[in-house]
């Protein structure tokens, strides 16, 4: 291959300054729509209950093609439930309190377990404060316990 081959095949000069012009002023415009984006998000985030990365995965998937998208999804859910089941995600939410409540009839300390949950809804007082309860120190449950 001679010196005369190898110049053809470089991009004119005029086509390669007229793209890194157009790629740099797309670059500044898109900054300028990502700063904006980012001031919503933020906004959003601190006074509408907007979780980002939830949105930001759902943003994801809307660009993604359907097909891809369907098996990211099927895989996800599979793998989701692959983890809860090795709980992977630690002990169970506090909010399961609500349907360990409902199914209180089924367990021997059901009424316990209903009437903690009526308390924790309600706002459940300090026993420190609570001077109705008796509030033993330590060595009074110690000396009970033996």
Do not use: C
């Amino acid at each position: 291959m001679s010196a005369n081959d190898e110049a053809e095949r470089v991009a004119p000069k005029k086509l390669v300054l007229s793209l890194v012009k157009r790629i740099n002023e797309n670059k500044t415009r898109v900054q300028s729509i990502n700063g904006e984006v980012g001031a919503e998000v933020k906004e959003a985030v601190e006074n509408k209950h907007l979780h980002a990365g939830a949105m930001k995965a759902v943003a994801k998937l809307v660009r993604m093609d359907p097909e891809k998208r369907d098996d990211f999804l099927r895989a996800y859910r599979l793998y989701f439930d692959y983890a809860q089941e090795a709980m992977l995600f630690g002990a169970a939410h506090v909010g399961d309190l609500v349907d360990e409540a409902e199914s209180a009839h089924e367990h021997p300390l059901g009424d316990v377990v209903a009437d903690n949950v009526r308390k924790l809804k309600s706002g459940m007082r300090n026993r420190r404060e609570d001077t109705s309860i008796p509030n033993p120190s330590i060595e009074e449950s110690v000396a009970a316990a033996e």
